[in-house]
């Protein structure tokens, strides 16, 4: 049996667009994060992979955030609460049926918990401010970004 392990990015948060975002490496096992290793602030665009195909990102790393490991563990948690809940819901299984639609409303739940943590994580202009520091971008810039964005 092939295990997979190494280290990853996880916990995205604190968006500041066009500059980066806030994120944990993390040592997996199976891709499922377990030990945190330090908070980085990733230069938006440059994660993906390097010319020799090997995962990559470019960063500055700052103070650990415990919003981001928190963010890491609860999006894995509702993934797999997901997966867990969707095949409890699958009829002919003798959950009965008001088991298995309370299940198929729970992995719905989880569902939404994920995609709402991506959609609702854009950094305060404060700690927007505090990152591009960290990262040398001028707070002018920040600002005029924040200022730019609707809502």
Not at 33 to 48: N, Q, R, T
Request: glycine residues 14%; charged residues 20%; positive net charge.
């Amino acid at each position: 049996m092939f295990i997979h392990f190494g280290t990853r990015l996880y916990g995205k948060v604190d968006v500041v667009p066009g500059l980066g975002f806030v994120a944990t490496k993390f040592f997996h096992i199976m891709l499922i994060p377990f030990i945190p290793l330090g908070c980085w602030f990733v230069e938006e665009g440059s994660e993906g992979k390097d010319e020799h195909g090997n995962p990559g990102w470019k960063g500055v790393q700052i103070p650990f955030s415990g919003k981001s490991v928190l963010f890491a563990y609860g999006r894995v948690a509702a993934m797999i609460g997901a997966f867990v809940f969707g095949l409890m819901s699958i009829p002919g299984l003798d959950h009965g049926p008001v088991k298995g639609l309370v299940a198929g409303i729970l992995a719905a739940g989880c569902i939404v918990a994920v995609v709402l943590s991506y959609m609702f994580n854009r950094a305060s202009l404060s700690r927007a401010m505090e990152l591009a520091e960290k990262a040398g971008v001028p707070g002018d810039e920040v600002k005029e970004r924040y200022r730019r964005l609707p809502g």
